[in-house]
């Protein structure tokens, strides 16, 4: 319709993967971003520990699954459930939500590497992990090499996708207080993992923006909130201020103002 916008790959996408946050839609309110926006998610998130306080969860899901979505429950209940020696009752809830992935994390609790890679594995057997890597508390320090080593050796153990940690306020892990990414600490990254598995959140818009500039369109982008999930799209084509110039061939960079 259109010429000249980038290519988009359709669902199941490889890359320019989004996952939505989900923090307790209601059944009508899942169903209206579906209705417009279902295409655009690939992953939906029950954020951090709302499907346990949540209505119609099940119900929800089913919803998701139904519009080519993959769900999981946030990282943090995963924690929860850990942390109370728990695990085979998480994965017997997560069985009675009917969810087809995981999120593996250890963002609010500490757990050995070594642990976390097996539990990768385990849910990998039979469902798409996600794994999440970085601390949610912003005075906890992750070294770059510290990083790199637990992306790759995650998605060695199983994982379809590593999480860049950036929680629901894009001001932790990746970004610092004000919301900027850390330049140096991407770089690296993507120096030593390939960056079609890694998911980097950003949930605010200007970190999309950073990221679409410096790894273009297909960029995979997590936290995203449903109402941010059409704009976002726009984002990536080029059909907002922010990236209108961005994608479009050379002779028509002498109409920037």
Known sequence: ???????????????????????????????????????????????????????????????????????????????AFLIRNSLDGFEKYIDMLGVDAVEVSDGSMHIEHDKKCEYIARFAKNRTVLSEVGAKDASVTVDHGQWIRQMNAELNAGSTFVIGEARESGTVGLYDKSGSADTSLVQDILKEVNPDKVIWEAPLKQQQVWFIKLLGHDVNLGNISPADMIPLETLRLGLRGDTFFDFLPEEFQKYKL
């Open 1 to 79: 319709m259109l010429p000249q916008l980038p290519h988009r790959q359709t669902k199941p996408r490889s890359k320019g993967v989004a996952m939505m946050m989900d923090k307790g839609l209601s059944l009508q309110e899942a169903g209206n971003i579906i209705e417009v926006a279902g295409h655009l998610i690939d992953f939906a998130k029950l954020g951090f520990g709302t499907s346990l306080v949540s209505g119609n969860v099940s119900q929800k899901v089913k919803l998701y699954r139904d519009a080519g979505i993959k769900v999981y429950v946030g990282g943090t209940l995963f924690e």
